[in-house]
Structures are given as structure tokens and as C-alpha cells.
């Protein structure tokens, strides 16, 4: 059964930075691509980072050059390093095994201004 737990998230003020942690079981890890979603009150779910198995990634517009997704294989667990928080950053954030429909619980990042 897939597992993801997320962690990391908190209160920051604008500016600030933070590195989220999803640990994931249930999955052969290293041959799976991950990814970093977040969800906003009254907004739909929308990727922001990307992590293929092979290490090359990608990013939303919105977060291009502000957040970087790593992976360590060895702890089956991806990261999405926040840096120059901005309030329009404040969501739910989730991981997710790319192509599955598995969700963790979410992990509340809050940007004050």
C-alpha cells in the first residue's frame, strides 16, 4: 500500500524560507518519478515541482528560481526546498507519486506578510 507523509510545513514570514520532507513506502522509490502539489483555499490542486527518477526536474512559473525539489533515494523521501516566501504562497502542500492517485495528509504552509 503507497504511504506519503508529509512534514516541514509551518508558519513564515514573507521572505522566509522552509523545506518540506514526504517520505514515501509502499513503492520501488527510485524508479518512480515524484512530485510537489499545493492547494489553496477555494483554489484547484496545481503541481509545483517535479522530479523524474532519473533527477531531471521542473517547475511552475510561479515558483521558478524560488523552490527547488531534491530527492534521497536512500530515505525514499523527496524535498521541496521554499526559499523567498511569498503570502500568495500559502497552501496545503502535498506529495505525490507521479501517475498514482495516492495523497498524504498535507503539510499547511502559512506566508504572512
Known amino acids: 500500500q503507497v504511504q506519503l507523509v508529509e512534514s516541514g510545513g509551518g508558519l513564515v514570514q514573507a521572505g522566509g524560507s522552509l523545506r518540506l520532507s514526504c517520505v514515501a513506502s509502499?513503492?520501488?522509490?527510485?524508479?518512480?518519478?515524484m512530485a510537489w502539489y499545493r492547494q489553496a483555499p477555494g483554489n484547484q490542486r496545481e503541481r509545483v515541482a517535479f522530479?523524474?527518477?532519473?533527477?531531471?526536474?521542473n517547475y511552475a512559473d510561479s515558483v521558478k528560481g524560488r523552490f527547488t525539489i531534491s530527492r534521497d533515494n536512500a530515505k525514499n523521501t523527496v524535498f521541496l526546498q521554499m526559499n523567498s516566501l511569498k503570502p500568495e504562497d500559502t497552501a496545503v502542500y502535498y506529495c505525490?507519486?507521479?501517475?498514482?492517485?495516492?495523497w498524504g495528509q498535507g503539510t499547511q504552509v502559512t506566508v504572512s506578510s
Open positions: 505525490n507519486v507521479f501517475g498514482l492517485s495516492h
Open positions: 509502499g513503492i520501488i522509490f527510485s524508479t518512480r518519478s
Open positions: 522530479i523524474a527518477h532519473i533527477g531531471s526536474t
